[in-house]
């Protein structure tokens, strides 16, 4: 399984961050594990660590 934390509520170099936590779930299906409450923060920050959002096999929103 391979977990890439597209957000969270701590900056790092190059990514931007925003309120709220996003995570890409690689393991038997490939989803989204809470979304941002911003789509670009998300593309952006997927682009910066190499992964893309596409071909997801389903998505979780928490609340």
């Not at 989803?31 to 389903?58: I, K, M, Q, Y």
């Amino acid at each position: 399984m391979r977990l890439t934390i597209l957000n969270d509520n701590t900056p790092a170099k190059g990514l931007i961050n925003d309120w709220g936590w996003s995570v890409l779930v690689e393991s038997k299906y490939r989803f989204l594990f809470d979304a941002d409450t911003r789509g670009e923060v998300l593309a952006h920050n997927s682009r910066v660590l190499g992964t893309s959002l596409r071909n997801l096999d389903f998505a979780v929103l928490s609340h």
